[in-house]
């Protein structure tokens, strides 16, 4: 275990090691799965659940954990941005990213947020003790195709990001939470920013991309998986 000042873990009462998990998933019995496997550990416990991307972001600043697991497609921020926002407000907080999309897009887009880990849903029986051990020894940890020596390459040399890659941060949020169904005005709100804002960013996002409707927007949020189909 590790100890000192480099020591992840915060200690119970007791003086023993707690390892600290917020789950960020909008479908209840998917958290609920979660928490039973996380807590069925010893010195594991789950400090608290978000059914959304902005209400993990809050909590995930409050409370701190030492590992977020965060649905890649969550409502109102996705899984991405709010790595990215995780990583620069509580920056200890170790990501995983869990997701059903096995996505070389989606890969990059959270490596380049800063995630530590990549878990397909598909794997969370067999794999996510071992996705849980590695991140709380700050290693990176990713199923699927995705190997060491593939990761090493795809950090160590600049890629081609496509469409998502010509849209700012803010941009992307716009684009997610239009494409949710929320009005110009109630976008504003979750972002704390004006709906002449907000437009503003609709349309630089609509302009780059070449879309010119409100349902092209929602067919190139869920094509990118922004959200779920």
Not at 65 to 75: E, G, L, R
Not at 175 to 202: C, D, F, M, P, Y
């Amino acid at each position: 275990m590790m100890t000192g000042s480099n020591d992840l873990w915060a200690q119970d009462g007791s003086g023993k090691s707690v390892r600290r998990v917020l789950i960020a998933d909008d479908h209840d019995i998917v958290r609920r799965g979660l928490r039973s496997v996380v807590e069925s550990r010893p010195g594991w416990e789950v400090v608290a659940e978000a059914r959304d991307g902005r209400e993990a972001l809050n909590l995930a600043v409050s409370l701190k954990p030492h590992i977020a697991i965060v649905d890649y497609s969550i409502p109102m921020m996705n899984g991405a941005q709010v790595t990215r926002r995780i990583c620069a407000e509580s920056p200890k907080t170790q990501v995983l990213i869990f997701t059903m999309h096995e996505s070389e897009n989606i890969l990059r887009e959270v490596l380049t947020a800063g995630a530590r880990g990549f878990l397909l849903k598909s794997d969370v029986d067999k794999l996510l003790y071992a996705a849980l051990d590695a991140l709380a020894h700050r290693k990176p940890f990713f199923t699927g195709q995705v190997s060491e020596a593939l990761l090493a390459l795809f950090l160590s040399q600049p890629t081609d990001t496509g469409e998502l890659g010509l849209l700012t941060p803010r941009e992307k949020e716009v684009i997610q939470l239009i494409a949710e169904g929320n009005s110009s005005r109630a976008v504003g709100t979750i972002l704390n920013i004006s709906s002449k804002t907000v437009e503003a960013h609709r349309a630089s996002a609509m302009g780059k991309l070449q879309i010119n409707s409100t349902a092209a927007l929602v067919r190139y949020a869920i094509r990118n998986k922004m959200l779920e189909p």
